[in-house]
């Protein structure tokens, strides 16, 4: 079955610091991969995903993902931090032809401090 | 567009009550899918729909968990009789043909005691 391991529960950063957020799947063919990311009293809102395309690939607000075969890895990166980008973030996987179903990482909670 | 709407917001209810958790998808969104957040644990897939029908219902719990979906459109959760351990968050997702991504809804939180 698949895993997803996000390292770092909670992240803290700085207003204009780079955000790193890590997420290794455990698949050994390269899945489908997704960061969302979830704000206070809100829903799950997709950031980007990959699906075998280019392996950097752009997102909303200014986040990107680059897809590492060799490292089984997906971490999420934003140049420079706001403090709206405070919120969890949680990398997920699926497995090419399963309906989509998702495999949810534990989450990262993202501070941004002023 | 709307986007997935989830009802109620927050619900309390006492161990051994009865409570249906209700999704109204986007509209024309065959894809219809559950998901739950135990507390302090990974957001885990309960089950998905293609329209009317239960694709794939691996994630239920256990038979105290029963979801439907009327007519292809909205779909309810009922979980009967509620044991402390199924509080959490419930979250609802759809997506159509072409698979761009789900939209979640907000979640219903739900608490036990």
């Known amino acids: 079955a698949q895993s997803v391991t996000q390292l770092g529960s909670h992240v803290s950063v700085s207003e204009g610091a780079l955000v790193l957020l890590r997420c290794n799947y455990s698949?050994?063919?390269?899945?489908?991969l997704f960061w969302y990311v979830q704000y206070p009293n809100q829903g799950l809102q997709l950031l980007l995903k990959y699906t075998s395309a280019a392996t950097l690939v752009k997102g909303i607000n200014g986040f990107e993902a680059e897809f590492k075969k060799s490292e089984t890895s997906f971490h999420l990166t934003k140049p420079s931090a706001h403090m709206s980008d405070a919120a969890e973030y949680f990398c997920?996987?699926?497995?090419?032809?399963?309906?989509?179903?998702?495999?949810f990482g534990k989450g990262t909670l993202l501070t941004v401090n002023p | 567009e709307a986007g997935v709407t989830q009802f109620p917001s927050h619900s309390v209810i006492e161990k051994g009550q009865t409570v249906t958790l209700r999704c109204d998808p986007i509209s024309g969104h065959d894809n219809l899918y559950w998901y739950r957040r135990v507390m302090g644990k990974e957001i885990k897939f309960l089950l998905h729909?293609?329209?009317?029908?239960?694709?794939?219902e691996s994630g239920m719990p256990n038979n105290r968990f029963l979801a439907e979906r009327t007519g292809g459109t909205y779909s309810t959760l009922k979980v009967q009789p509620a044991e402390l351990e199924d509080s959490g968050v419930y979250f609802c997702?759809?997506?159509?043909?072409?698979?761009?991504?789900?939209?979640f809804g907000s979640g219903t939180r739900l608490t036990v005691v």
């Open positions: 997702a759809s997506s159509g043909d072409t698979y761009y991504g789900y939209t």
């Open positions: 698949s050994s063919v390269p899945p489908y």
């Open positions: 997920a996987v699926s497995d090419r032809g399963s309906n989509y179903k998702l495999t």
């Open positions: 729909f293609v329209k009317e029908s239960k694709q794939d």
